[in-house]
């Protein structure tokens, strides 16, 4: 057991004593857990669904339990049908029997007779086919009714014999296999009415911070809602155990060492944070009280994920994710998920891979095993694996992920065009309809919103004007949103096009110098003296937004050769400056009149631009492009984006 961190006298925090590679760590934590479900329950088929068997299943009866029929028609014997045909038919007599589902026959078909017989009957002793009733005729002859047949049966024919589907003794599911539907309609044929299964293991989830808020409550700024506990409890249920929310415990050690005692008689204890005041992990410390044998890894050479610290108590493993959402995420599925599956009956998960390339560089940070997700744009019949920029912080980027790639501990750059196996997050990779690459903004996001109730199933990826226009010349992209300025003509769009691409025409929006309403710097001025004063004043700090984005070569042209406070604050979307300006952090940005409109801001008009989409000529006729064309023609739509104050 590694030796607890205590704060520094000058506030510092002294952990990560011994940083240990993934697979170290993985060894240490599994040496002291029994990888085995955690025992046996018995529940009403109807409470089944998605458990684990924990017993093979053996039938005790026949399916079907009788020989049946699976048509409407006659049961007969085979043979006395040969050779019939429409313009030859063959008949027998029809008999007095009329069998319907649940009738047990008292008689025998003798040869030349028939019985009348329903889908599901029993077929009666002597018969050993059923014709159809669609090729029969009853002919009335004075006597007993005939019936002619015009097309022959073989022996078996329409017929299902007792136990053809599942045989008395016979293994019909396995130990350890899920129970989906398809397994409850088995159980339920064999007349099983209740099920032995794993019992799930239940996880105390703990949330710990000062600055952590539950969903639903007031968010004061500087705090953020815990989606941590939210992510994490899915995730267990998906991987068949409980998730038992025990709630936010602030930056206290001993109500956080009283919470940890509490949760350690459920199967196993996840926190996560616990880092805010920056004297200490509170979270580690308490852990560190542990035994038997308590901590058994604390950092790990992980990107994102090196804080991760895992300790196993009497059997329970106790793991403290760390705070970032992304870190957590990836952190939990390396150490913790392959154990809540053990613990639940279920065989180690398997994983696809798939072979991209990357279509940008990579830099990487050497000593530390890398995890980067990328989402997977298929063109030109190779596909591409889109780095997901967000970082550790961010809740999306998971959801908007295809997979990850794993880079080497000692690698340090991958190049543009590099080969790369990424191993999925799903079980099978499902292919978009429209894949949209480019600029962001929020008329796009009620196209696509429109797009999706339409029963498209679009994938948008933001890398920028430049960046898409780059994507469309590859091939890897239906669409390639932008605003990209021609420095030469001042026009829009159509003078970057090149060959084997097409423009599809936007609406033009109004982009400007975002400000607080009150700040006398900018209120009232046009926006060279809005520009001029910032940078007459030191302490006037803006935000950038990140190159290759059209709003980056507008600010460029902007400020000349003028580097002011806040240049190097790249942002990634109109919504993140105003954020930054709104909240104080920055005082100026440039962004859309739309975004300054939501959040209340002030705003001086800098350049009346277009927002356009390129489409490779090739991809116009698909049906997900032309949906999206027509939307863009619709006047309901019109009337949105011009709502929105964009202008067709």
């Keep these: 057991m590694t030796t607890p961190d205590r704060p520094a006298p000058d506030g510092r925090q002294t952990q990560f004593l011994t940083v240990i590679t993934r697979d170290e760590a993985t060894a240490r934590f599994r040496r002291h857990l029994k990888l085995e479900p955690l025992g046996v329950e018995t529940v009403a088929l109807a409470a089944a669904l998605d458990r684990v068997l924990a017993d093979d299943v053996l039938a005790e009866v026949d399916v079907p339990g009788f020989d049946r029929s699976n048509v409407d028609g006659f049961a007969l014997l085979a043979a006395d049908t040969f050779g019939a045909t429409e313009d030859a038919p063959r008949s027998v007599v029809r008999n007095a029997d009329l069998l319907t589902p649940g009738i047990v026959p008292t008689a ?41 047949i015009s097309r022959a049966v073989a022996p078996g024919d329409n017929v299902s014999y007792a136990g053809t589907d599942i045989a008395r003794g016979e293994t019909v599911l396995r130990a350890g296999q899920l129970i989906t539907s398809r397994e409850i309609g088995v159980l339920a044929a064999i007349g099983v009415a209740e099920v032995r299964v794993c019992r799930r293991p239940r996880v105390a989830i703990l949330s710990t911070g000062d600055e952590i808020v539950a969903p639903g409550s007031p968010l004061p700024l500087g705090s953020i809602y815990d989606s941590n506990a939210a992510i994490i409890g899915a995730a267990i249920a998906e991987l068949g155990g409980e998730p038992v929310q025990l709630g936010v415990i602030p930056d206290d050690e001993a109500r956080l060492a009283q919470a940890l005692d509490a949760a350690l008689q459920y199967d196993a204890v996840l926190l996560s944070g616990g880092t805010s005041k920056g004297a200490g992990d509170l979270s580690y410390r308490v852990a560190s009280r542990l035994g038997d044998p308590g901590i058994v890894a604390h950092g790990v050479a992980l990107k994102p994920g090196k804080p991760i610290c895992l300790a196993v108590s009497n059997g329970k493993p106790v793991v403290i994710l760390p705070g970032f959402p992304t870190s957590a995420i990836f952190t939990f599925h390396e150490f913790v998920a ?86 999925l997050l799903a079980q099978r990779l499902e292919p978009a309809d429209l894949v949209i690459i480019g600029s962001h903004c929020v008329g796009l996001d009620a196209l696509v919103g429109r797009l999706i109730r339409q029963g498209v199933r679009p994938k948008v990826i933001y890398v920028g004007s430049m960046g898409g226009l780059k994507a469309a010349q590859r091939g890897e992209c239906d669409i390639a949103s932008v605003h990209l300025m021609d420095p030469a003509s001042g026009a829009y769009n159509r003078p970057l096009l090149t060959d084997g691409l097409a423009l599809v025409p936007g609406y033009r929006r109004l982009q400007g110098i975002v400000f607080r309403e009150a700040d006398a710097r900018f209120a009232g001025k046009s926006a060279a003296q809005a520009v001029a004063a910032a940078l007459a004043d030191p302490g006037c700090a803006m935000v950038n937004r990140n190159p290759g984005s059209g709003t980056r070569i507008l600010i460029d042209k902007l400020l000349g050769a003028n580097r002011p406070p806040g240049y190097g604050v790249q942002t990634k979307s109109h919504n993140a400056v105003a954020a930054a300006v709104r909240q104080g952090r920055a005082d100026w940005g440039l962004a859309i009149d739309t975004v300054a409109h939501q959040y209340d801001l002030g705003f001086i008009p800098v350049q009346d631009e277009q927002y356009d989409f390129i489409v490779p000529e090739v991809r116009l006729a698909r049906p997900a492009v032309q949906a999206f064309r027509a939307l863009l023609a619709e006047p309901e739509v019109r009337a949105q984006l011009g709502a929105l104050g964009f202008r067709l």
């Design 108 to 148: 025998a078909v003798r040869p030349g007779e028939a019985s009348v017989i329903a889908t599901g009957a029993m077929l009666p002793r002597g018969a050993d086919a059923v014709v159809m009733v669609e090729h029969t005729e009853i002919v009335e002859t004075g006597g007993a009714p005939r019936v002619e």
């Design 338 to 423: 392959p154990v809540i599956r053990a613990f639940a009956g279920l065989p180690p998960e398997r994983r696809q891979t798939v072979a991209a390339r990357l279509p940008m560089r990579v830099n990487s940070e050497r000593g530390r095993t890398e995890y980067l997700l990328v989402s997977l744009i298929e063109g030109d019949g190779a596909m591409s694996a889109y780095p997901m920029g967000k970082g550790s912080g961010s809740v999306t980027t998971f959801s908007g992920a295809d997979g990850f790639i794993t880079i080497d501990q000692h690698t340090e750059i991958l190049d543009a065009g590099s080969e790369v196996q990424v191993q």
